[in-house]
Protein backbone atom coordinates (compact mmCIF):
# COMPACT_ATOMS: atom_id res chain seq x y z
CA UNK A 1 0.00 0.00 0.00
CA UNK A 2 1.60 3.06 -1.58
CA UNK A 3 -0.22 5.47 0.88
CA UNK A 4 -1.82 3.52 3.78
CA UNK A 5 -2.73 6.72 6.49
CA UNK A 6 -2.82 5.32 10.05
CA UNK A 7 -6.43 4.82 9.65
CA UNK A 8 -9.36 5.98 8.30
CA UNK A 9 -10.54 8.70 10.29
CA UNK A 10 -9.55 11.81 11.97
CA UNK A 11 -11.47 12.59 15.19
CA UNK A 12 -10.82 14.41 18.20
CA UNK A 13 -6.92 15.21 17.59
CA UNK A 14 -6.41 11.46 17.14
CA UNK A 15 -6.48 8.65 14.48
CA UNK A 16 -9.41 6.44 14.68
CA UNK A 17 -11.01 3.66 13.01
CA UNK A 18 -13.64 1.29 13.11
CA UNK A 19 -13.59 -1.99 11.08
CA UNK A 20 -16.89 -2.79 11.27
CA UNK A 21 -17.47 0.48 8.48
CA UNK A 22 -18.07 -0.99 4.35
CA UNK A 23 -14.18 -1.07 2.82
CA UNK A 24 -13.00 2.04 0.45
CA UNK A 25 -10.37 1.28 -2.25
CA UNK A 26 -8.33 4.31 -2.72
CA UNK A 27 -6.90 3.97 -6.54
CA UNK A 28 -4.10 5.64 -7.97
CA UNK A 29 -5.83 6.28 -11.56
CA UNK A 30 -2.64 6.16 -13.59
CA UNK A 31 -2.12 2.10 -13.27
CA UNK A 32 -4.92 1.40 -11.19
CA UNK A 33 -3.26 0.34 -8.14
CA UNK A 34 -5.09 -0.09 -4.72
CA UNK A 35 -3.01 2.45 -2.93
CA UNK A 36 -4.71 2.57 0.39
CA UNK A 37 -7.69 0.88 2.53
CA UNK A 38 -9.72 2.57 4.18
CA UNK A 39 -13.22 2.04 6.34
CA UNK A 40 -16.93 4.00 5.90
CA UNK A 41 -17.98 5.95 8.94
CA UNK A 42 -20.06 3.52 11.53
CA UNK A 43 -22.64 5.76 13.35
CA UNK A 44 -20.51 5.02 16.19
CA UNK A 45 -17.51 7.12 14.60
CA UNK A 46 -20.22 9.18 12.87
CA UNK A 47 -21.35 9.85 16.66
CA UNK A 48 -17.88 10.70 18.20
CA UNK A 49 -17.07 13.46 15.49
CA UNK A 50 -20.05 15.39 15.87
CA UNK A 51 -19.99 15.38 19.95
CA UNK A 52 -16.24 16.00 19.67
CA UNK A 53 -16.79 19.12 17.42
CA UNK A 54 -19.46 20.28 19.32
CA UNK A 55 -17.51 19.56 22.79
CA UNK A 56 -14.78 21.95 20.81
CA UNK A 57 -16.90 24.84 19.25
CA UNK A 58 -17.93 26.64 22.53
CA UNK A 59 -14.24 27.52 23.99
CA UNK A 60 -13.17 27.97 20.08
CA UNK A 61 -15.60 30.84 19.18
CA UNK A 62 -14.47 32.53 22.88
CA UNK A 63 -11.08 32.88 21.94
CA UNK A 64 -9.38 35.62 20.57
CA UNK A 65 -9.05 35.74 16.95
CA UNK A 66 -6.00 37.03 16.93
CA UNK A 67 -4.91 33.76 18.73
CA UNK A 68 -6.98 31.92 16.01
CA UNK A 69 -5.42 33.63 13.11
CA UNK A 70 -1.92 32.42 14.49
CA UNK A 71 -2.92 28.82 14.57
CA UNK A 72 -4.47 29.14 11.02
CA UNK A 73 -1.42 30.76 9.49
CA UNK A 74 0.78 28.12 11.46
CA UNK A 75 -1.00 25.37 9.60
CA UNK A 76 -0.23 27.70 6.45
CA UNK A 77 3.22 27.41 6.76
CA UNK A 78 3.34 23.83 7.88
CA UNK A 79 1.99 23.33 4.60
CA UNK A 80 4.17 25.53 2.39
CA UNK A 81 6.86 23.36 3.86
CA UNK A 82 5.50 20.04 2.90
CA UNK A 83 4.26 20.97 0.17
CA UNK A 84 6.51 18.61 -2.14
CA UNK A 85 5.12 15.45 -0.29
CA UNK A 86 1.46 16.70 0.05
CA UNK A 87 1.36 17.19 -3.63
CA UNK A 88 2.89 13.58 -4.35
CA UNK A 89 0.12 12.31 -2.09
CA UNK A 90 -2.60 14.28 -3.88
CA UNK A 91 -1.33 13.36 -7.12
CA UNK A 92 -1.43 9.54 -6.20
CA UNK A 93 -5.14 10.25 -4.81
CA UNK A 94 -6.57 12.54 -7.76
CA UNK A 95 -3.56 11.55 -10.60
CA UNK A 96 -3.79 14.71 -11.57
CA UNK A 97 -0.12 15.61 -12.28
CA UNK A 98 2.49 16.68 -10.21
CA UNK A 99 3.05 19.63 -12.22
CA UNK A 100 -0.29 20.40 -11.16
CA UNK A 101 -0.56 19.52 -7.68
CA UNK A 102 2.51 21.16 -6.80
CA UNK A 103 1.33 24.75 -7.75
CA UNK A 104 -2.26 24.50 -7.64
CA UNK A 105 -4.11 22.18 -5.05
CA UNK A 106 -1.83 22.61 -1.62
CA UNK A 107 -0.50 25.82 -1.95
CA UNK A 108 -4.41 27.34 -2.24
CA UNK A 109 -5.07 25.85 0.29
CA UNK A 110 -2.89 27.30 2.30
CA UNK A 111 -3.93 31.01 0.80
CA UNK A 112 -7.03 30.54 2.27
CA UNK A 113 -5.96 29.34 5.40
CA UNK A 114 -3.23 32.81 5.48
CA UNK A 115 -6.77 34.85 3.94
CA UNK A 116 -8.77 33.85 6.52
CA UNK A 117 -6.64 34.25 9.13
CA UNK A 118 -5.64 37.97 8.18
CA UNK A 119 -9.30 38.82 7.91
CA UNK A 120 -10.97 37.23 11.01
CA UNK A 121 -9.62 39.84 13.74
CA UNK A 122 -11.07 42.39 11.76
CA UNK A 123 -14.42 41.06 11.38
CA UNK A 124 -16.71 42.95 14.53
CA UNK A 125 -20.31 44.33 14.36
CA UNK A 126 -21.54 47.88 14.22
CA UNK A 127 -23.47 50.29 16.30
CA UNK A 128 -26.51 51.69 15.30
CA UNK A 129 -27.51 55.44 17.05
CA UNK A 130 -31.12 55.39 17.71
CA UNK A 131 -31.38 58.86 19.25
CA UNK A 132 -31.51 58.37 23.36
CA UNK A 133 -31.25 54.42 22.30
CA UNK A 134 -28.95 52.66 20.55
CA UNK A 135 -28.48 49.27 19.13
CA UNK A 136 -25.48 46.98 18.26
CA UNK A 137 -24.77 43.87 16.42
CA UNK A 138 -21.86 41.27 17.15
CA UNK A 139 -20.86 38.18 14.38
CA UNK A 140 -20.90 35.16 15.95
CA UNK A 141 -19.44 31.98 14.74
CA UNK A 142 -22.75 29.32 13.77
CA UNK A 143 -21.29 25.93 15.45
CA UNK A 144 -20.90 23.08 14.03
CA UNK A 145 -20.06 23.46 10.47
CA UNK A 146 -20.46 19.80 7.95
CA UNK A 147 -18.02 20.14 5.09
CA UNK A 148 -18.53 17.72 2.01
CA UNK A 149 -15.82 17.36 -0.93
CA UNK A 150 -16.11 16.23 -4.22
CA UNK A 151 -13.05 14.13 -5.81
CA UNK A 152 -11.37 16.75 -8.11
CA UNK A 153 -9.48 19.22 -6.09
CA UNK A 154 -9.82 17.07 -2.22
CA UNK A 155 -7.12 19.44 -0.25
CA UNK A 156 -8.26 22.50 -1.79
CA UNK A 157 -11.92 22.21 -0.87
CA UNK A 158 -10.65 21.06 2.48
CA UNK A 159 -9.03 24.09 3.11
CA UNK A 160 -11.14 26.58 1.73
CA UNK A 161 -14.23 24.90 3.83
CA UNK A 162 -12.51 24.82 7.11
CA UNK A 163 -10.15 27.91 6.64
CA UNK A 164 -13.39 30.67 7.01
CA UNK A 165 -14.82 28.13 9.39
CA UNK A 166 -12.29 27.76 12.05
CA UNK A 167 -11.54 31.31 11.27
CA UNK A 168 -14.87 31.95 12.52
CA UNK A 169 -14.58 30.21 15.51
CA UNK A 170 -17.08 27.60 14.24
CA UNK A 171 -16.13 23.34 14.27
CA UNK A 172 -15.60 21.43 11.12
CA UNK A 173 -16.42 17.75 10.84
CA UNK A 174 -15.23 17.29 6.90
CA UNK A 175 -16.50 14.39 4.71
CA UNK A 176 -13.91 13.93 1.65
CA UNK A 177 -15.46 12.04 -1.47
CA UNK A 178 -14.89 8.35 -1.02
CA UNK A 179 -12.44 8.52 -4.32
CA UNK A 180 -10.07 11.13 -2.99
CA UNK A 181 -9.92 10.47 0.65
CA UNK A 182 -6.16 10.95 1.81
CA UNK A 183 -5.68 14.67 1.71
CA UNK A 184 -8.30 15.64 4.02
CA UNK A 185 -6.57 13.20 6.76
CA UNK A 186 -2.99 15.26 6.64
CA UNK A 187 -5.17 18.50 6.73
CA UNK A 188 -5.92 17.31 10.14
CA UNK A 189 -3.00 16.12 11.18
CA UNK A 190 -1.35 19.57 10.27
CA UNK A 191 -3.88 21.53 12.20
CA UNK A 192 -3.05 19.62 15.64
CA UNK A 193 0.97 19.90 15.10
CA UNK A 194 -0.36 24.02 14.62
CA UNK A 195 -1.58 24.12 17.96
CA UNK A 196 -5.64 23.57 17.28
CA UNK A 197 -7.31 22.36 19.88
CA UNK A 198 -8.64 18.48 19.32
CA UNK A 199 -11.79 18.08 17.75
CA UNK A 200 -12.13 21.48 16.01
CA UNK A 201 -11.71 19.74 12.42
CA UNK A 202 -12.45 15.66 12.28
CA UNK A 203 -12.81 14.20 9.24
CA UNK A 204 -15.47 11.21 8.67
CA UNK A 205 -15.05 8.75 5.80
CA UNK A 206 -17.70 7.45 3.95
CA UNK A 207 -20.32 7.32 0.20
CA UNK A 208 -23.14 9.66 0.54
CA UNK A 209 -24.77 7.50 3.49
CA UNK A 210 -22.22 9.09 5.75
CA UNK A 211 -22.93 12.59 4.25
CA UNK A 212 -26.30 12.69 4.62
CA UNK A 213 -26.34 11.45 8.25
CA UNK A 214 -23.93 14.41 8.93
CA UNK A 215 -26.20 16.86 7.02
CA UNK A 216 -29.29 15.50 9.10
CA UNK A 217 -27.88 15.72 12.41
CA UNK A 218 -29.31 18.51 15.00
CA UNK A 219 -26.04 19.70 15.99
CA UNK A 220 -25.24 21.04 12.80
CA UNK A 221 -25.79 24.94 12.00
CA UNK A 222 -24.01 24.84 8.47
CA UNK A 223 -23.50 22.30 5.42
CA UNK A 224 -21.09 23.05 2.80
CA UNK A 225 -20.99 21.09 -0.07
CA UNK A 226 -18.82 20.68 -3.51
CA UNK A 227 -20.49 18.32 -5.58
CA UNK A 228 -22.93 17.62 -8.10
CA UNK A 229 -26.44 19.36 -9.21
CA UNK A 230 -28.01 16.14 -8.03
CA UNK A 231 -26.28 15.54 -5.42
CA UNK A 232 -26.83 19.87 -3.94
CA UNK A 233 -30.57 19.43 -4.71
CA UNK A 234 -30.63 16.23 -1.85
CA UNK A 235 -28.13 18.05 0.79
CA UNK A 236 -30.20 21.27 0.10
CA UNK A 237 -33.12 19.82 0.59
CA UNK A 238 -32.17 17.66 3.77
CA UNK A 239 -30.36 20.39 5.54
CA UNK A 240 -33.54 22.80 4.67
CA UNK A 241 -35.62 20.27 6.87
CA UNK A 242 -33.26 21.43 10.19
CA UNK A 243 -33.51 25.06 8.64
CA UNK A 244 -28.99 25.25 8.42
CA UNK A 245 -27.35 27.19 6.71
CA UNK A 246 -25.81 26.13 3.03
CA UNK A 247 -23.14 26.60 0.55
CA UNK A 248 -23.91 24.87 -2.53
CA UNK A 249 -20.73 25.01 -4.99
CA UNK A 250 -21.98 22.46 -8.13
CA UNK A 251 -21.40 22.00 -11.32
CA UNK A 252 -21.58 23.96 -14.85
CA UNK A 253 -21.37 24.45 -18.21
CA UNK A 254 -19.56 27.63 -18.77
CA UNK A 255 -19.31 29.62 -21.63
CA UNK A 256 -16.29 31.46 -22.91
CA UNK A 257 -16.84 33.92 -25.55
CA UNK A 258 -14.10 35.01 -28.58
CA UNK A 259 -14.85 38.04 -30.39
CA UNK A 260 -13.12 38.84 -33.42
CA UNK A 261 -10.99 41.60 -32.21
CA UNK A 262 -8.98 39.06 -29.32
CA UNK A 263 -5.65 38.12 -29.45
CA UNK A 264 -6.04 34.58 -30.73
CA UNK A 265 -2.82 33.40 -28.77
CA UNK A 266 -4.53 34.13 -25.17
CA UNK A 267 -8.25 33.16 -26.10
CA UNK A 268 -6.71 29.95 -26.92
CA UNK A 269 -4.18 29.38 -24.33
CA UNK A 270 -7.33 30.72 -22.18
CA UNK A 271 -9.47 28.04 -23.58
CA UNK A 272 -7.03 25.14 -22.90
CA UNK A 273 -6.63 26.19 -19.16
CA UNK A 274 -10.23 26.02 -19.08
CA UNK A 275 -10.81 22.72 -20.49
CA UNK A 276 -7.74 20.74 -20.31
CA UNK A 277 -6.66 21.73 -16.78
CA UNK A 278 -6.40 18.79 -14.40
CA UNK A 279 -7.46 16.74 -17.24
CA UNK A 280 -10.72 18.97 -17.48
CA UNK A 281 -12.28 17.42 -14.24
CA UNK A 282 -12.75 21.52 -12.36
CA UNK A 283 -16.36 22.71 -11.85
CA UNK A 284 -15.65 26.05 -13.39
CA UNK A 285 -14.39 25.29 -16.86
CA UNK A 286 -15.45 27.24 -20.14
CA UNK A 287 -16.64 24.15 -21.81
CA UNK A 288 -18.88 25.74 -24.12
CA UNK A 289 -16.32 27.91 -26.23
CA UNK A 290 -18.26 30.40 -28.86
CA UNK A 291 -15.85 31.45 -31.34
CA UNK A 292 -17.11 34.39 -33.71
CA UNK A 293 -17.08 33.00 -37.09
CA UNK A 294 -14.03 35.65 -38.72
CA UNK A 295 -11.35 34.08 -36.23
CA UNK A 296 -13.11 30.65 -36.40
CA UNK A 297 -10.64 29.13 -38.64
CA UNK A 298 -7.38 30.80 -36.92
CA UNK A 299 -8.32 29.70 -33.14
CA UNK A 300 -9.34 26.17 -34.37
CA UNK A 301 -5.73 25.97 -36.18
CA UNK A 302 -3.53 27.17 -33.15
CA UNK A 303 -5.67 25.11 -31.01
CA UNK A 304 -5.16 22.05 -32.49
CA UNK A 305 -1.16 22.60 -32.92
CA UNK A 306 -0.92 23.48 -29.04
CA UNK A 307 -3.68 20.68 -28.04
CA UNK A 308 -1.54 18.13 -30.05
CA UNK A 309 1.75 19.27 -27.86
CA UNK A 310 -0.05 18.40 -24.62
CA UNK A 311 1.99 15.49 -22.90
CA UNK A 312 0.12 13.23 -21.34
CA UNK A 313 2.11 10.27 -18.76
CA UNK A 314 3.79 9.43 -15.52
CA UNK A 315 1.58 12.08 -13.34
CA UNK A 316 4.69 11.94 -10.84
CA UNK A 317 6.77 13.26 -13.62
CA UNK A 318 7.18 17.02 -13.39
CA UNK A 319 7.07 17.26 -17.23
CA UNK A 320 4.21 15.55 -17.33
CA UNK A 321 1.27 18.09 -18.05
CA UNK A 322 -2.14 16.08 -18.36
CA UNK A 323 -2.83 12.77 -15.67
CA UNK A 324 -5.62 9.92 -15.96
CA UNK A 325 -8.64 10.76 -15.29
CA UNK A 326 -9.55 10.12 -11.30
CA UNK A 327 -11.32 6.69 -12.06
CA UNK A 328 -12.40 4.27 -14.42
CA UNK A 329 -15.66 5.24 -13.91
CA UNK A 330 -14.90 8.89 -14.97
CA UNK A 331 -13.08 6.91 -17.64
CA UNK A 332 -16.34 5.29 -19.18
CA UNK A 333 -18.75 8.56 -18.57
CA UNK A 334 -15.92 10.84 -20.20
CA UNK A 335 -15.68 8.17 -23.31
CA UNK A 336 -19.55 8.05 -23.55
CA UNK A 337 -19.88 11.52 -24.26
CA UNK A 338 -17.19 11.95 -26.96
CA UNK A 339 -19.08 9.10 -28.63
CA UNK A 340 -22.15 10.56 -28.21
CA UNK A 341 -20.94 13.72 -30.03
CA UNK A 342 -19.07 11.82 -32.69
CA UNK A 343 -22.76 10.07 -33.42
CA UNK A 344 -24.14 13.67 -33.23
CA UNK A 345 -22.14 14.93 -35.50
CA UNK A 346 -19.81 17.35 -34.16
CA UNK A 347 -16.64 17.91 -35.92
CA UNK A 348 -13.66 16.17 -33.92
CA UNK A 349 -10.56 18.63 -34.72
CA UNK A 350 -8.22 16.32 -32.12
CA UNK A 351 -8.46 13.70 -29.97
CA UNK A 352 -11.41 11.70 -29.39
CA UNK A 353 -10.80 8.49 -27.78
CA UNK A 354 -8.34 6.95 -24.57
CA UNK A 355 -4.83 7.23 -24.54
CA UNK A 356 -3.12 4.14 -24.00
CA UNK A 357 -4.11 0.42 -22.88
CA UNK A 358 -3.12 1.42 -18.88
CA UNK A 359 -5.52 3.83 -16.56
CA UNK A 360 -7.65 6.12 -17.19
CA UNK A 361 -5.83 8.84 -19.58
CA UNK A 362 -8.10 10.36 -21.93
CA UNK A 363 -6.86 12.42 -25.40
CA UNK A 364 -7.51 15.73 -24.87
CA UNK A 365 -10.19 16.41 -27.47
CA UNK A 366 -10.96 19.01 -29.21
CA UNK A 367 -14.96 19.17 -31.20
CA UNK A 368 -15.98 22.14 -33.99
CA UNK A 369 -19.51 22.80 -35.15
CA UNK A 370 -21.27 21.90 -31.78
CA UNK A 371 -24.58 23.11 -31.65
CA UNK A 372 -26.58 23.99 -28.73
CA UNK A 373 -28.64 21.07 -28.89
CA UNK A 374 -25.98 18.41 -29.00
CA UNK A 375 -25.21 16.76 -25.37
CA UNK A 376 -21.87 17.53 -24.90
CA UNK A 377 -23.33 21.51 -25.50
CA UNK A 378 -25.89 20.73 -22.65
CA UNK A 379 -24.42 18.59 -19.83
CA UNK A 380 -21.40 18.70 -17.85
CA UNK A 381 -18.84 15.79 -19.20
CA UNK A 382 -15.74 16.46 -16.10
CA UNK A 383 -12.97 15.30 -18.61
CA UNK A 384 -10.61 16.77 -21.66
CA UNK A 385 -13.71 17.55 -23.76
CA UNK A 386 -14.31 20.83 -25.59
CA UNK A 387 -16.97 21.68 -27.67
CA UNK A 388 -16.23 25.17 -29.89
CA UNK A 389 -19.37 26.45 -31.29
CA UNK A 390 -19.31 29.49 -33.51
CA UNK A 391 -21.66 32.85 -33.86
CA UNK A 392 -22.38 35.87 -35.87
CA UNK A 393 -23.28 38.26 -33.33
CA UNK A 394 -23.39 39.80 -29.61
CA UNK A 395 -26.33 39.43 -28.91
CA UNK A 396 -26.41 36.12 -30.31
CA UNK A 397 -23.35 34.78 -28.26
CA UNK A 398 -24.88 36.29 -25.04
CA UNK A 399 -28.27 34.56 -25.45
CA UNK A 400 -26.83 31.47 -26.19
CA UNK A 401 -24.47 31.24 -23.54
CA UNK A 402 -27.48 32.63 -21.15
CA UNK A 403 -29.30 29.49 -22.44
CA UNK A 404 -28.35 26.75 -19.66
CA UNK A 405 -29.71 25.85 -16.20
CA UNK A 406 -26.24 26.08 -14.98
CA UNK A 407 -24.38 29.42 -14.29
CA UNK A 408 -21.27 28.95 -12.13
CA UNK A 409 -18.56 30.55 -14.80
CA UNK A 410 -18.22 32.52 -17.63
CA UNK A 411 -15.73 34.21 -20.02
CA UNK A 412 -14.93 37.20 -22.58
CA UNK A 413 -11.94 38.17 -24.66
CA UNK A 414 -12.34 40.66 -26.72
CA UNK A 415 -10.25 43.71 -26.98
CA UNK A 416 -12.84 46.48 -26.86
CA UNK A 417 -13.15 47.40 -23.13
CA UNK A 418 -16.68 48.44 -23.38
CA UNK A 419 -17.71 45.37 -24.96
CA UNK A 420 -16.18 43.15 -22.37
CA UNK A 421 -17.72 44.64 -19.75
CA UNK A 422 -21.25 45.11 -21.22
CA UNK A 423 -21.46 41.04 -21.88
CA UNK A 424 -20.23 40.54 -18.62
CA UNK A 425 -22.99 42.34 -17.03
CA UNK A 426 -25.22 40.51 -19.60
CA UNK A 427 -24.23 37.12 -18.77
CA UNK A 428 -25.80 35.25 -15.85
CA UNK A 429 -22.60 33.41 -14.01
CA UNK A 430 -21.44 33.86 -10.38
CA UNK A 431 -17.56 33.85 -11.42
CA UNK A 432 -16.36 35.54 -14.36
CA UNK A 433 -13.08 36.30 -16.21
CA UNK A 434 -12.37 39.14 -18.59
CA UNK A 435 -9.49 38.20 -20.95
CA UNK A 436 -8.14 35.41 -18.79
CA UNK A 437 -10.17 32.06 -17.51
CA UNK A 438 -10.12 30.15 -14.59
CA UNK A 439 -8.18 31.91 -11.96
CA UNK A 440 -9.36 31.60 -8.50
CA UNK A 441 -7.36 33.73 -6.18
CA UNK A 442 -8.22 33.54 -2.53
CA UNK A 443 -9.59 37.36 -2.65
CA UNK A 444 -12.16 36.57 -5.09
CA UNK A 445 -15.04 35.17 -3.91
CA UNK A 446 -16.16 32.28 -5.89
CA UNK A 447 -19.80 30.28 -6.72
CA UNK A 448 -22.53 29.88 -9.14
CA UNK A 449 -26.02 31.10 -9.53
CA UNK A 450 -28.87 29.06 -11.18
CA UNK A 451 -28.53 25.69 -10.77
CA UNK A 452 -24.99 26.06 -10.06
CA UNK A 453 -25.38 26.78 -6.14
CA UNK A 454 -25.77 29.52 -3.43
CA UNK A 455 -23.29 31.04 -1.82
CA UNK A 456 -19.89 31.87 -1.98
CA UNK A 457 -16.96 30.88 -0.86
CA UNK A 458 -13.37 32.77 -0.38
CA UNK A 459 -13.12 36.87 -0.33
CA UNK A 460 -14.81 38.91 2.36
CA UNK A 461 -18.28 37.28 0.91
CA UNK A 462 -17.48 33.91 2.82
CA UNK A 463 -17.54 35.62 6.43
CA UNK A 464 -21.24 36.23 5.62
CA UNK A 465 -21.41 31.96 5.16
CA UNK A 466 -19.51 31.19 7.99
CA UNK A 467 -21.04 33.91 10.54
CA UNK A 468 -24.17 34.87 11.82
CA UNK A 469 -25.44 38.34 12.89
CA UNK A 470 -26.94 39.41 16.46
CA UNK A 471 -29.05 42.34 16.78
CA UNK A 472 -29.26 44.03 20.29
CA UNK A 473 -30.91 46.93 21.27
CA UNK A 474 -30.38 48.91 24.12
CA UNK A 475 -32.72 50.44 26.15
CA UNK A 476 -31.28 54.00 27.86
CA UNK A 477 -34.36 55.32 29.32
CA UNK A 478 -37.24 54.58 31.36
CA UNK A 479 -39.52 51.94 28.92
CA UNK A 480 -42.56 53.28 27.24
CA UNK A 481 -45.61 51.07 27.55
CA UNK A 482 -49.29 52.25 26.82
CA UNK A 483 -50.41 49.78 29.39
P1 LIG B 1 -20.78 14.13 -6.19
O1 LIG B 1 -21.96 15.01 -6.16
O2 LIG B 1 -20.92 12.76 -6.70
O3 LIG B 1 -20.18 13.97 -4.70
C1 LIG B 1 -19.80 15.08 -3.94
C2 LIG B 1 -19.75 14.68 -2.48
O4 LIG B 1 -21.08 14.49 -2.00
C3 LIG B 1 -19.01 13.38 -2.20
O5 LIG B 1 -18.27 13.53 -1.02
C4 LIG B 1 -20.14 12.39 -2.01
O6 LIG B 1 -19.81 11.28 -1.18
C5 LIG B 1 -21.17 13.25 -1.33
N1 LIG B 1 -22.55 12.78 -1.44
C6 LIG B 1 -23.12 12.07 -2.44
N2 LIG B 1 -24.43 11.86 -2.18
C7 LIG B 1 -24.70 12.46 -0.99
C8 LIG B 1 -25.87 12.60 -0.20
N3 LIG B 1 -27.03 12.09 -0.58
N4 LIG B 1 -25.79 13.29 0.96
C9 LIG B 1 -24.61 13.85 1.36
N5 LIG B 1 -23.47 13.74 0.64
C10 LIG B 1 -23.51 13.05 -0.52
O7 LIG B 1 -19.66 14.96 -6.96
P2 LIG B 1 -18.22 14.46 -7.43
O8 LIG B 1 -18.44 13.50 -8.55
O9 LIG B 1 -17.41 14.06 -6.26
O10 LIG B 1 -17.59 15.80 -7.99
C11 LIG B 1 -17.82 16.30 -9.27
C12 LIG B 1 -18.90 17.35 -9.26
O11 LIG B 1 -18.57 18.37 -8.33
C13 LIG B 1 -19.05 18.04 -10.59
O12 LIG B 1 -20.40 18.23 -10.88
C14 LIG B 1 -18.38 19.38 -10.38
O13 LIG B 1 -18.83 20.40 -11.22
C15 LIG B 1 -18.69 19.65 -8.95
N6 LIG B 1 -17.73 20.59 -8.38
C16 LIG B 1 -18.12 21.87 -8.10
C17 LIG B 1 -17.21 22.79 -7.60
C18 LIG B 1 -17.61 24.20 -7.29
O14 LIG B 1 -16.90 24.85 -6.53
N7 LIG B 1 -18.68 24.72 -7.83
C19 LIG B 1 -15.89 22.40 -7.38
C20 LIG B 1 -15.52 21.08 -7.69
C21 LIG B 1 -16.45 20.19 -8.18
Known amino acids: MMAQPKASHFIDGVYVDDTAGAVIEVIY ?24 AARAQAAWAATRPVERARILRRAADLIRLRNPELAR ?3 LDTGKPIQETLVADWPSGADALEYFAGLAPSVGGETIPLGRDFAYTIREALGVCVGIGAWNYPSQIACWKSAPALALGNAMVFK ?19 GLPAGLFNVVQGRGAVGSTLVSDARVAK ?21 RHVTMELGG ?27 GQVCSNGTRVFVQKGIKAKFLKRLAERTAAIRLGDPLDEATQMGPLVS ?18 ATLICGGGQAGVEGAFVLPTVFADVTDAMTIARE ?3 GPVMAVLDFDSEDEAVARANATEFGLAAGVFT ?33 GSKLSGVGRENGHAAVEHYSQLKSVYVGMGPVDAPY
Request: with cysteine; proline share 4%; hydrophobic share 50%.
Open 223 to 243: VSLTGSVSTGRKVYALAAQGV
Open 328 to 345: GAQLAKVLGYIETAKAEG
Open 380 to 382: EVF
Open 415 to 447: ADITRAHRVIGALQAGTCWINAYNLTPVEMPFG
Open 176 to 194: PSEVTPLGALKLAEIFIEA
Open 29 to 52: PATGAVIARLHEATAAVIEQALAS
Open 253 to 279: KSPILVFDDASVEDAVGAAMLGNFYSA
Open 89 to 91: LET
